[in-house]
């Protein structure tokens, strides 16, 4: 699923190449995934597209109110008055993908909702398993719809950061995939920062030092912010709004490795689930938590240490 640097990389495409835009017509499929399609359909046409932002694992499409239709091919009047207390939200959940498109391109395959634009543009959102969401918010009810999610970990202050993972006795790795506390941190990029800070995933948030801490907030922006330099990490259906994947995948230090000598120290790296997920950590470099218990032990056989395929630092 999409997190942070995925969503960012998607959000800045957009931005360069249909912000400004207004929306002429809008055309749905399936629905299951929107949660109210009428809203959509009688809302958004006329409206402009002002910008596009992430927000989380979300993408913020803020749309604009404007005195008259634009001219076909004419962008949005930079000088209409401007309303920014409406967006389209969007989550591409598992295989989302939002891109425009020229209108002579067929439809692809699940193709659920197409936004003719006043360039002749289409953005079209594609979505085959519709584990995404779309909502069109305003007034109050985006606001409180924002409100739900925590900080945003390339932002968050150090005190914050501090303060919202010390006060939980949660495990360290639920706090960070937890929505309320950080927003758009997912299962990559929390292995990977907890790897980097040396932080077994199942400690509890309340027993880690200051130091540590903070040590875990710098490396959690570091690799976000590598990752996003890198257009996000593509594991399987991940492409950016040219169809472009991803590189960050060929710079995870721990993600996905199991069995693989971890680039650190050479132990192997093992995975458990934490919190419901699974979680890759270095059992040498990432010690586990007085009183935790440990399953059995499964003799592993030792592989030849894995070449570094870049420095640098999900």
Not at 7 to 34: H, Y
Not at 144 to 154: M, N, Q, T
Request: hydrophobic share 35%; proline share 6%; glycine share 8%.
């Amino acid at each position: 699923m999409p997190e942070l640097p995925e969503v960012e990389t998607v959000a800045r495409g957009l931005q360069a190449s249909v912000a400004g835009r207004r929306i002429l017509s809008v055309a749905l499929g399936k629905t299951d995934f929107i949660d109210d399609p009428v809203a959509i359909e009688r809302e958004l046409p006329g409206r402009a597209i002002t910008r596009i932002e992430r927000f989380g694992k979300f993408m913020l499409l803020k749309l604009a109110k404007s005195a008259a239709p634009a001219e076909f091919g004419s962008p949005a009047d930079e000088n209409a008055p401007v309303e920014l207390s409406e967006a389209l939200l969007v989550h591409l959940g598992m295989t989302g993908h939002l891109a425009p498109h020229f209108p002579e391109q067929p439809l692809t395959k699940h193709t659920h909702v197409t936004f003719r634009l006043d360039d002749g543009r289409e953005l079209r959102y594609t979505d085959a398993r519709r584990f995404g969401r779309m909502a069109y918010l305003s007034g109050a009810a985006l606001t409180a719809e924002l409100e739900r999610f925590g900080a945003d970990p390339l932002h968050v202050s150090p005190q914050e950061f501090t303060q919202r993972i010390r006060a939980s006795r949660s495990r360290i790795k639920a706090l960070l995939l937890d929505q309320t506390v950080l927003r758009g941190v997912g299962n990559i990029y929390a292995d990977e920062a907890l790897w980097k800070a040396k932080i077994h995933p199942a400690a509890p948030g309340n027993r880690l030092s200051a130091r540590h801490v903070e040590k875990l907030r710098q490396a959690l922006k570091q690799i976000l912010l590598r990752a996003i330099e890198l257009r996000g990490s593509s594991i399987s259906d991940f492409v950016d709004s040219n169809g472009d994947s991803g590189e960050y995948q060929q710079h995870h230090r721990v993600y996905g490795r199991e069995g693989k000598n971890c680039y650190r120290c050479g132990a192997l790296i093992r995975r458990v689930i934490v919190a419901g997920r699974s979680s890759h950590f270095c059992a040498r470099c990432q010690r586990a938590p007085r009183g935790s218990r440990r399953g059995p032990r499964r003799p592993q056989k030792k592989t030849k240490p894995d070449r570094a395929r870049a420095t640098s630092k999900r």
